[in-house]
């Protein structure tokens, strides 16, 4: 899961970080009044979107003056901000955050996360941080440093130190940006973090450190012990398809640019389908992972949400009966296909449990389902139907 900047920041101000003074707005008045409390010029105006890049994309401005405060919130609030990590139909701003702008020196990267590979926590860290990150990455990967804590053993003062100096910090930052790791860090494994980011992290010319910006992504699986993170979550910022499907405790994940809806069970054999969908010259327009146990009521509603969807030209159903059963499965299509009416060609490809009565059920409902031999076959039939 995902949340705002501006409750990231919320917080790190529990945890010690030192952040800006500010505060959240939803209107251009609360803005004006945010400013005017700060009692300071510059004040920064930030779009809050669930993704980066809001600098490059005109959605952080440096109002100098209290009408500037007003001119960029009224600007920036209700715009439709396109970013690198928006795609191209780009995302309308509600709330922004208004804070005091502060004198930067220098702007470093920061970030602490749970390392797959080594199983590990790793802290990256760069001084060339700021809204290039991504180009250094691509570019001078030799420019970002990596700091590996084993869990079990945490986080030690020699591991702060390494990240100071990496960071070629002046010795009169060293205490304050230590206390800043090592909060962070406990941010990252007390909440179950996938990803807490700083950048930049900020050395203001009067030598404090502080995380000028602020991203923090959940392990969805660990959320049901931090209540209070849940409370966070933004439905402005998630595709309605997904938030419903959410309800049903489907997995499913809605893909930009795609044509072709498709239910798989089993993760896995959903990413294979989707690589054949595309192989077969069309592109899949969800990932969706129905599960291993699914229920008639769950094949219904995943086959609901996939219909719903405008951009989708055809339907691939390819699930393998093994606790869920060719009837069941078969079953819940059916009921689907009768309340919501199927407008798209659909082809299905089932074997496994029960693969006899599953194609029963389907030949005597007087559907229009188009039966594929195998997983080849059905990716090659709804391709050739979505091409026309
Ligand atoms: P992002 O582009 O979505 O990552 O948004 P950031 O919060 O990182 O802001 C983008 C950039 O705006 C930063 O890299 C800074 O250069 C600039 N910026 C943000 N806040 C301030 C501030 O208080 N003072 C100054 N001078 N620049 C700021
Ligand atoms: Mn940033």
């Given amino acids: 899961m995902k949340i705002h900047e ?28 945010i400013g005017a409390d700060l009692g300071t010029f510059p004040v920064v105006v ?20 209290r009408d500037q405060v007003e001119e960029y919130a009224k600007q920036i609030l209700g715009m439709n ?40 926590i790793v802290f990256m860290a760069s001084e060339a941080g700021g809204m290039d990150i991504e180009e250094v990455a691509a570019k001078t990967p030799e420019k970002i440093i990596k700091v590996y804590i084993d869990p ?56 404090r450190v502080i995380a000028l910006d602020a ?22 910022e998630e595709d309605p398809f997904e938030i419903e499907a ?44 129905v599960g291993g146990g699914a229920s008639a009521e769950q094949v219904e509603n995943g086959f609901r949400i996939i219909l719903a969807d405008p951009a989708v030209k055809g339907v691939l159903i390819n699930i393998f009966g093994g606790i869920l059963r060719c009837d069941r499965l078969a079953n819940g299509v059916v009921e689907a296909a009768k309340k919501v009416g199927i407008k798209v060609p659909v082809v299905i490809r089932m074997e496994g449990t029960n693969v006899e009565q599953g194609r029963e059920i389907l030949d005597k409902s007087g559907l229009n389902l188009i039966t594929a031999k195998d997983v080849s076959d059905a990716a090659q039939k709804i391709a050739a139907i979505a091409k026309g």
Avoid at 155 to 161: I, R, T, V
């Fill in 46 to 65: 930030k779009a809050q979107i669930h993704a980066g890049g809001r600098g490059k994309g005109g959605g952080v401005k440096l109002a100098k003056d």
């Fill in 152 to 207: 079990i053993l945490g986080m030690k003062g020699f591991h702060a130190n390494e990240l100071a100096f990496g960071l070629n910090l002046k010795p009169e930052l060293i205490k304050q940006f230590n206390a800043m790791v090592f909060a962070l860090y406990k941010v990252c494994v007390d909440y179950d973090c996938s990803l807490v980011e700083i950048n930049p992290l900020v050395i203001t010319s009067d030598n």
């Fill in 81 to 120: 901000l396109v970013t690198h990590q928006t795609g191209p139909e780009g995302r309308v701003v509600k709330k922004l955050l208004v804070e005091e702008g502060l004198p930067i020196e220098k702007e470093l990267y920061l970030s602490v996360l749970p390392d797959r590979g080594t199983a590990k």
């Fill in 215 to 236: 991203k923090i992504n959940f392990d969805d699986n660990a959320l049901y012990r931090h209540k209070d993170i849940i409370e966070y979550r933004d439905l402005d």
């Fill in 246 to 289: 959410s309800k049903f405790e489907l997995n499913y994940i809605k893909m930009p640019g795609g044509n072709i809806g498709n239910m798989v069970n089993g993760a896995g054999l959903a990413m294979a389908t989707m690589d054949l969908i595309q192989q077969a010259g069309a592109a899949p327009a969800n990932f969706l992972d």
């Fill in 6 to 33: 501006y409750q990231a920041k919320e917080l790190f101000k529990k945890y010690g970080i030192p952040i800006p003074r500010g505060n959240v707005a939803f209107t251009v008045a609360e803005a004006k009044a």
